[in-house]
C-alpha cells in the first residue's frame, strides 16, 4: 500500500513482446506454434504495447527493459526494429531508460544487424544446445539440416560487435548424459552464463522426449547431471554462471538467513511479466501461457492493446479468474510442499500443461527441476560444510544480480531463482 491506502503496482519487470511467430528453424522441441506465419507486428500494435507496459509500471519506475521472443525475433527484420525502437523510445516517460533483449538462434545475425545493434542498450541470448552433434539432433531448419555453424558464426560476430551472449540449453534425453561435454562446451567457448531447460511438454510441443522415461529413472539422471554440472562449476571457481547452481544457491541460503523468507516468482506476481503477441493479445504472469491453448483461460488472454488500458484489464473476468486460480494453487501449494519457500509455487504453465487446470499443486516440472535441484545443491552444501571448503567468492554477488531474460528459464523460478523464459 502507498501513503494513501492504494495498492502499489509492481513493478513492470520484463515486457516481452512477439514480433513474428515465424522462425527460420523447426527445432524439435519449440513449444510456439505458427513458426511458418511470418506476419509481423504492426506498428500501432507496437505503439500501444509500449503505451500499455509504460501506463501499467509505477510511475516511480524508471527503467524499462523490452524483450523480443516467441519466435525468431531477427526473422522480422532490421526495418522492423528501427521503427519499434523508434516508437517505444518516443512514447518512453521522460528520463526513462530502455533495454532491449533478444533471444535469438544466432543463425541470421550479420554486419547489417551488428551495426544496427550498436545504437541502442542490447543483450542477447542464443539458444545453443552444445557440441554440433548434441545441437544438430535438435535444433535444425526446416529442411532437417542442422544449424550449429550459423549460430556459432553469429555467436562470434556479436562478439566482435562487443557483446558476450549468455547461452540457453535444452537438456534433451541425449543430453542428461553429457554433463561434461556440455560444460566443456560452454566454458571453451567463453560463455559467461549458461541455463539449463529440461525438455517438457508445453505450447506446440505436445509431447516431450523424456515423456517415455520413468520419473524416478529421470529425477536420477537429472540429478547426476546436475551434479557433475556443480562439481566443475566449483571445480573452475564459478568462473561461468550456471543459472540453476546460482539462484538455488541464493534462495537456500536467503531461507537460512531470514526464517520468514518466501520467494516470489515472477510468475506469482501480476504484470511482473508482460507478454504481448503480435496481434496485441496481452497475457501475464507465465510468458508460456501466451503459447498455450485453453479454452478455459480463454488462451490465456486477459485483452489486446489496442483496445484496453491496464485498468479494464485487471477489472475484466479473464484477469480475475486467472488470478484468482493462481493464487489458489499457489496457496494449495503453501500448505502441502516442504519446498515452498525456495520455489513459491512457480511453474504455472507447467502446472496447466500436466493438470489442465492452476489449482493442482505438483509437477512433474517441479519434481525434477526444483525440488531434485535443490536436494542436490543443498547435499553438496552439507558436503562441503563437512569439509570446510567456501564456496567460489563473488557466487552471492551474481546469485542475487537481477537476470536477464534470456538467463530466464522458463524454468520460471524467483528472480532470484528465475527460470530462463526460453525454450525457444
Not at 208 to 219: F, I, K, M, N, V
Not at 350 to 377: F, P, Q, S, W
Not at 398 to 418: C, L, M, N, Q, S
Request: glycine share 6%; proline share 5%; hydrophobic share 35%.
Amino acid at each position: 500500500m502507498n501513503s494513501d491506502g492504494v495498492a502499489a503496482r509492481p513493478r513492470v519487470r520484463l515486457a516481452i513482446l512477439q514480433p513474428t511467430s515465424h522462425c527460420n528453424l523447426n527445432c524439435v522441441y519449440c513449444y510456439v506454434p505458427e513458426r511458418s506465419n511470418s506476419s509481423l507486428m504492426s506498428d500501432a500494435v507496437v505503439r500501444a504495447a509500449a503505451v500499455f507496459t509504460f501506463s501499467t509500471a509505477p510511475p516511480d519506475q524508471e527503467s524499462f527493459t523490452f524483450a523480443w521472443h516467441a519466435g525468431e525475433p531477427l526473422a522480422a527484420g532490421i526495418e522492423f526494429y528501427r521503427r519499434a525502437f523508434r516508437i517505444i523510445a518516443d512514447e518512453a516517460p521522460g528520463g526513462s531508460t530502455i533495454r532491449h533483449l533478444i533471444q535469438t538462434n544466432a543463425t541470421l545475425v550479420n554486419a547489417s544487424w551488428c551495426e544496427f545493434f550498436s545504437g541502442h542498450q542490447m543483450e542477447f541470448g542464443v539458444s545453443l544446445d552444445g557440441p554440433r552433434d548434441l545441437h544438430d539432433s535438435s535444433r535444425v531448419n526446416w529442411a532437417g539440416r542442422g544449424s550449429f555453424d550459423q549460430a556459432m558464426r553469429g555467436v562470434k560476430l556479436l562478439r566482435d560487435a562487443g557483446y558476450n551472449p549468455n547461452a540457453i540449453c535444452v537438456l534433451t534425453p541425449r543430453s542428461l548424459d553429457a554433463a561434461d561435454e556440455l560444460y566443456d562446451f560452454f566454458a571453451e567457448n567463453a560463455f559467461p552464463s549458461v541455463g539449463f531447460n529440461l525438455e517438457e511438454s508445453e505450447g506446440a510441443h505436445a509431447r516431450s522426449r523424456h515423456a517415455d522415461a520413468d520419473e524416478t529413472s529421470l529425477r536420477s539422471r537429472y540429478t547426476a547431471f546436475m551434479r557433475q554440472i556443480w562439481k566443475r562449476w566449483y571445480s573452475d571457481r564459478g568462473r561461468m554462471r550456471i543459472r540453476e547452481i546460482e539462484q538455488e544457491l541464493g534462495c537456500i541460503f536467503q531461507s537460512r538467513i531470514d526464517p520468514n523468507f518466501v520467494a516470489v516468482p515472477d510468475e506469482a506476481i501480476p504484470f511482473a511479466d508482460i507478454t504481448i503477441r503480435r496481434d496485441g493479445e496481452i497475457s501475464t504472469f507465465s510468458p508460456e501461457f501466451a503459447s498455450t491453448a485453453s479454452s478455459e483461460y480463454q488462451n490465456f488472454v486477459i485483452g489486446n492493446v489496442l483496445v484496453d488500458t491496464p485498468d479494464s484489464v485487471t477489472n475484466s473476468t479473464a484477469f480475475q479468474r486467472l488470478s484468482g486460480d493462481i493464487e489458489k494453487g499457489r496457496n494449495a501449494c503453501q500448505k502441502r510442499c516442504s519446498y515452498y519457500r525456495v520455489c513459491g509455487a512457480g511453474f504455472q504453465s507447467n502446472r496447466y500443461a500436466e493438470h489442465g487446470n492452476l489449482l493442482a499443486t505438483e509437477t512433474v516440472t517441479c519434481r525434477i527441476h526444483k525440488m531434485a535441484l535443490n536436494d542436490t545443491v543443498t547435499s553438496e552444501l552439507n558436503a562441503m560444510s563437512n569439509r570446510q571448503a567456501g564456496l567460489p567468492s563473488g557466487w552471492l554477488e551474481e546469485a542475487d544480480r537481477p537476470p536477464t531474460e534470456p538467463e530466464r528459464d522458463d524454468r520460471r523460478e524467483p528472480r532470484v531463482e528465475g527460470r530462463a523464459v526460453v525454450h525457444e
